[in-house]
């Protein structure tokens, strides 16, 4: 039996991926993985004609077409590939969740896709969970799911949300770490997934907080407001972050619209060494114990002041220490990249060029396009170096905003 990691090449994977499946399954699961690979797209015509069969185009497609109507197939794929990222989640390994809308503007026909009654809900929504060790330059998207505000069976973004971590969390074995950020959550939908999360003392997560969620916290048997809490709060503790990021770029962590991280990325690792500096930001930060307003569980608020001035919610324990309380906030530093390279992956196959097809057929047409970048992201690395340290890197690679101590020196022997 062909294993996945002797897996090169996609029809390798494809191979590996449909062990087991009846002939027709297997069959159009490989066309599929292997015409959306290759034709870079998930449009139907696309993936028909670099398939090159003998029969006609039309032909190609329409068979393609008949069996994304296989719900079934949609669940095995799912669960197969989440099985298999499962084994390489530990127990501090980040959870990032990630949701983004599909628009369709003019497929007004799509199942359960427009309202005329509330048109800012005429999108379909994808939530997708990718995992990354932090300080690592490789990632791995474990689940996606997706959904309509106007299907019947729906209830709202978080319970989907919400049902998607704790199905990756089930397969983990509650290995994990959730990391919910804004903006590749919107606020009250974060604010909303906290208390969830909050309630449930077999999860962990950090999540940053903003004024929304102040009414959530408790302390010394209060509800207090942010700025509250802040003030309350000392910050014991400095330390320095190193990022690489372009020339006059500002920090990636005041952005507000996740195109903006990703275009951010892109510039990073299309940029030579030359053109990139590496930033010294500097910190204080510490931490209050809280409790959440609904639950009552126990949660420590990291407050962050200086260059970079931010607040984060974790369920973690042990926030005593200075290095407890360093490794949320160096984990939460670099999520922006793992989103940014699996954005940037994605994006390249188009997924908003699908054409009107079902729910249920737009549901596996996706399932398969995220096998498909599940087989690049195995190979695929963030940058040859990570791109935030907690040390300068070697060496004179990049153009620095501040001095080594032997540049100091160097300056020094000068006069």
Same mark, same amino acid.
């Given at each position: ?31 599929? @993985?292997?015409?959306? +690979?290759?034709?870079?797209? =998930?449009? #139907? ?5 670099? !398939?090159?069969?003998? $029969? ?41 969740v ?11 026909k ?41 299907a ?16 990756? @969390?089930?397969?983990t +074995?509650?290995?994990?770490? =959730?990391? #919910? ?5 919107? !606020?009250?939908?974060? $604010? ?10 077999s999860?962990q ?48 962590e005041?952005m ?23 930033h ?6 510490g ?16 407050v962050?002041?200086g ?8 369920? #973690? ?99």
């Open positions: 039996m062909l294993k996945l990691d002797k897996c090169k090449t996609i029809d390798d994977f494809a191979r590996w991926l449909t062990t087991g499946f009846s002939m027709p399954n297997a069959k159009f699961t490989r066309d599929m @993985l292997k015409g959306i +690979n290759t034709a870079r797209s =998930v449009r #139907l015509a696309d993936v028909a004609r670099v !398939l090159n069969e003998p $029969s006609n185009l039309h032909s190609t497609r329409n068979r393609l077409s008949r069996n994304l109507a296989n719900t079934l197939l949609a669940t095995e794929l799912s669960d197969r590939l989440l099985r298999q990222g499962a084994h390489s989640v530990k127990r501090d390994t980040r959870l990032i990630r949701t983004y809308a599909l628009y369709k503007p003019d497929a007004r799509m199942q359960y896709l427009y309202d005329e009654t509330d048109p800012e809900m005429n999108s379909y929504q994808i939530c997708e969970i990718v995992a990354s060790n932090t300080g690592s330059q490789k990632y791995l998207p474990l689940f996606s799911t997706f959904w309509s505000r106007h019947p069976d729906y209830v709202s973004d978080v319970d989907e949300i919400n049902r998607a971590i704790h199905r990756v @969390l089930s397969v +074995n509650g290995r994990g770490i =959730v990391f #919910l950020d804004h903006p590749f959550l919107e !606020l009250s939908v974060l $604010s909303a997934l906290v208390t969830e999360l909050a309630g449930d003392a999860v997560f950090v999540a940053t907080v903003q004024d929304e969620n102040t009414n959530q916290l408790r302390y010394r048997q209060q509800s207090k407001t942010l700025s509250d809490l802040r003030e309350l709060c000392n910050t014991p503790y400095a330390c320095r972050i190193f990022k690489v990021l372009p020339q006059n770029s500002g920090l990636p005041t507000q619209v996740p195109s903006d991280f990703q275009g951010l990325y892109q510039e990073i690792v299309s940029s030579p060494d030359g053109e990139l500096t590496e010294s930001i500097n910190m204080e930060f931490s209050l114990a809280v409790r959440h307003q609904d639950s009552q569980r126990r949660l420590h608020l990291l962050l002041k260059e970079l001035s931010t607040h984060l919610l974790t369920s #973690l324990d042990d926030m005593r220490t200075r290095g407890s309380l360093l490794a949320p906030v160096w984990s939460w530093f670099s999520t922006w990249e793992v989103i940014s390279a699996h954005s940037t992956i994605t994006d390249d196959f188009t997924p908003g060029d699908i054409g009107v097809m079902t729910y249920d057929r737009i549901r596996l047409l996706l399932t398969l396009l995220h096998a498909v970048v599940f087989f690049e992201a195995r190979t695929y690395r963030l940058k040859d170096y990570s791109l935030t340290r907690l040390q300068p890197h070697e060496g004179r690679r990049f153009q620095r905003n501040f001095l080594l101590p032997e540049d100091v020196a160097r300056m020094g022997s000068r006069e």
